[in-house]
């Protein structure tokens, strides 16, 4: 014990090893947005009390693994809190967590999930895409192995980050990870059962001739390997459904599409897709059922102070800059402020967040070698305990800046709200936790129209939060919680303004769009469907330079805090002017009634090529009376810009704007009599 002792050269000090406790170093920073399967909110429910049998199991099934039986499996390793002290089901030395898990699935052997390599994110209990369908020879295995893994559906990878432990541990820090890789083996083992599948724990592999496919750094090492699949003596009992052709609406952000579109293993017919879109389902929750979420802790205070003497503020953080409003908005505070920019970027290193940072902006058209001199990259994580920063770290930040915009989140409109609380409401927590530590500081929070219902009314800016209404889907469900906790902390002397965009869309001049975005894949899937859904409501979006010129420029004004601003177009359109804009451009399209055109797109056998297959759940939930935009009051917002900025009419050369750039960047073919043209 002397020996080991002298020779220990890592954190000491019990400040040092709780901070670096606190920053989850286990848990992965994903830095390049891939594409990721979000695995639902069903799980194991407990670890059995009594003895499961562990045997292994060396006969599989050619039966797909069902994804419901799948999310079962891997929910045994996910962690239980999002706290301060997150609990998993197994232990780890100091609670370091350091071992990760990563699985290679095959095709068409998983449901739903497309063939590839992925790491698994135990907070978030998701997968991130790391690899779409790469080969991996049954050679890396010794050869009595190679039947066991030829007939298995999947194969996981535990795998130790020696960073995550040995600041504290030093030299036996992979003793340790064995020992909670061993554990995890044996939880996954019970858990198999429970779910009714099969693991092999495999003694060998030649990890190094598949290394590549899990990009891993030189301080991550392999530690356990296992197949699994179905057994053969329960193929029978296991409803073994070879594809759920709406599980690819929870691949998210960028390469979502490439790898959405790997289904040649579904065999689902049109009815079923339109069935199994009715049960994963998007539900709405009335807001009075929302409250109980927007509760700040009570030790959290403002004192309401008065801010310095400078009218613009001399460093800014900003959230959410790899996004596309966030890049912009980034773009328009350097331009129109001489503010340093702090940006929050969801990554491990500095190095990494200048990286990200970089190829977003370039993706917009909106790096330039000036950038680095006013931008400093802040690597962390918005869904993490301050931020994911070491506490001196978070307080540093909060003493520096002099204004807050917070714009990051999750926008998704399928996945359910517990699936996106921690990213958009507990980060926004984050936010007015650094915002009330130190000096005084404005925080401009960016919210959405969608707090309230879709239903066509009329809303003010000053109308209360607390409606009578109901919320459908995670996303306005989880910006309604953030922002009542904005609204919370203003009336605790929070110094604060509240923004509320309607559907922002690309740029107005370059017409640069967010692919990902709902309205652009609503607009292609009618296209590629030649019908769209003739509703009696009106279209009302707003160019994302507008939304970024008018944040910046409300900003600078003092006499904005306090008041909530709506981000809306005066000169929205009727849906069927809009739809007669799109035909004018050269893309006919049959108007039918909003049920007969989701009856038909969602029973589609073209469903699957489709732009909104993503989106199937959503709008399988989504009657009429949902769809409705409201008409949204924005005399604040008119007020504060005043003749010097306005939102551009949505009429003929705004659309043609955007349509040339979807066809110029190959989002949308050329429309038939052009292509004619040019034949």
């Known amino acids: 014990m002397e020996s080991l002792t002298a020779s220990f050269t890592g954190l000491a000090d ?35 009390d009594g003895p499961i049998p562990r045997r292994s199991c060396r006969r599989f099934s050619p039966a797909a693994v069902p994804f419901d039986r799948f999310c079962q499996l891997l929910s045994c390793l996910r962690q239980r809190s999002q706290g301060s002290q997150p609990k998993y089901w197994y232990p780890s030395a100091g609670g370091l967590y350091p071992v990760q898990a990563y699985l290679h699935v095959k095709p068409a052997r998983v449901a739903g999930v497309p063939a590839g390599t992925y790491y698994y994110h135990p907070r978030e209990h998701r997968l991130y895409v790391l690899r779409a369908d790469p ?85 991550q090492t392999l530690l356990h390997v296992i197949v699994g699949g179905v057994p053969v003596e329960a193929a029978e009992a296991v409803a073994a459904v070879s ?9 998210e952000e960028s390469g979502a599409s490439d790898i959405a579109c790997e289904r040649e293993h579904v065999e689902a017919t049109a009815s079923d897709h339109a069935e199994t879109c009715r ?73 990494d967040a200048e990286s990200r940072l970089e190829r977003v902006l370039e993706s917009y058209n909106l790096w330039s070698e000036a950038v680095r001199s006013r931008v400093t990259p802040v690597p962390g994580d918005l869904a993490a305990p301050d931020l994911g920063l070491p506490v001196a770290r978070f307080r540093e930040l909060a003493a520096r800046v002099d204004a807050i915009f917070h714009v990051g989140a999750l926008v998704n409109w399928v996945q359910p709200y517990e699936a996106l609380r921690a990213a958009n409401v ?15 500081k404005p925080l401009h929070f960016i919210s959405t129209v969608a707090v309230f219902p879709f239903d066509g009314k009329a809303y003010r800016e000053d109308d209360p939060l607390d409606h009578e209404g109901s919320l459908f889907g995670g996303y306005p469900q989880s910006k309604w919680v953030a922002e009542k906790l904005v609204a919370d902390a203003k009336a605790r002397g929070l110094l604060a303004a509240i923004y509320r965009p309607t559907i922002v869309t690309g740029h107005s001049t370059t017409g640069v769009f967010n692919p990902r975005s709902y309205l652009e894949n ?31 420029l409300i900003a600078t004004q003092r006499e ?45 056998a073209e469903l699957e090529t489709n732009a909104l297959y993503p989106f199937a759940p959503f709008i399988a939930d989504l009657g009429e009376d949902r769809s409705r935009i409201g008409l949204y009051d924005c005399r604040n917002t008119l007020q504060a810009l005043g003749p010097s900025v306005a ?33």
């Open 14 to 48: 019990p400040q040092e090893r709780e901070d670096f406790k606190k920053r989850m170093p286990g848990i992965r920073r994903i830095e390049e947005s891939p594409a990721q399967l979000d695995l639902g909110t069903g799980e194991l429910t407990d670890v059995a």
């Open 135 to 219: 080969p991996v020879d049954r050679t890396i295995h010794w050869p009595a192995n190679r039947p066991i893994y030829d007939a298995a559906a999947f194969s996981l990878f535990l795998v130790g980050e020696l960073k995550a432990i040995a600041p504290m541990y030093g030299e036996p820090s992979r003793d340790f990870c064995l020992f909670e890789a061993g554990a995890m083996t044996q939880l996954l083992m019970m858990s198999a059962q429970q779910a009714q599948l099969g693991l092999c724990p495999i003694g060998h592999v030649d990890f190094e001739q598949i290394r590549e496919l899990f990009q891993l750094e030189d301080s």
């Open 243 to 251: 594809g759920d052709p709406t599980v690819a609406a929870r691949l």
């Open 279 to 351: 049960r994963i389902g998007v539900s709405a929750i009335p807001v009075r059922e929302l409250c109980g979420e927007a509760v700040l802790p009570a030790e959290l205070r403002f004192d309401g102070g008065v801010l310095g003497t400078d009218a613009e503020p001399a460093n800014v953080l900003l959230s959410g800059a790899t996004g596309f409003l966030g890049a912009f908005l980034l773009d328009a505070l350097l331009r129109h402020t001489r503010a340093h920019i702090h940006c929050l970027v969801r990554a491990r290193t500095l190095r």
């Open 426 to 440: 507990g980060g926004t927590l984050q936010m007015l936790r650094l915002a009330g530590t130190g000096k005084p």
């Open 522 to 552: 609503l607009v292609k899937g009618c296209i590629q469907r030649g019908s769209a859904p003739l509703i009696d409501t009106t279209v009302d979006i707003v160019p994302v330079d507008y939304v970024a010129r008018a944040v910046v």
């Open 560 to 604: 904005s805090l306090g008041k909530v601003f709506h981000l809306t177009n005066p000169h929205r359109l009727a849906m069927s002017a809009f739809l007669d804009g799109i035909e004018e451009l050269g893309y006919p399209l049959r108007r039918l009634p909003y049920e007969r055109w989701k009856r038909e797109l969602l029973e589609s």
């Open 647 to 679: 939102c551009p009419p949505l009429g003929h050369p705004l659309l043609g704007t955007y349509f040339a750039y979807y066809v110029e960047s190959g989002f949308l073919d050329p429309p038939i009599e052009r292509r004619r043209a040019t034949a």
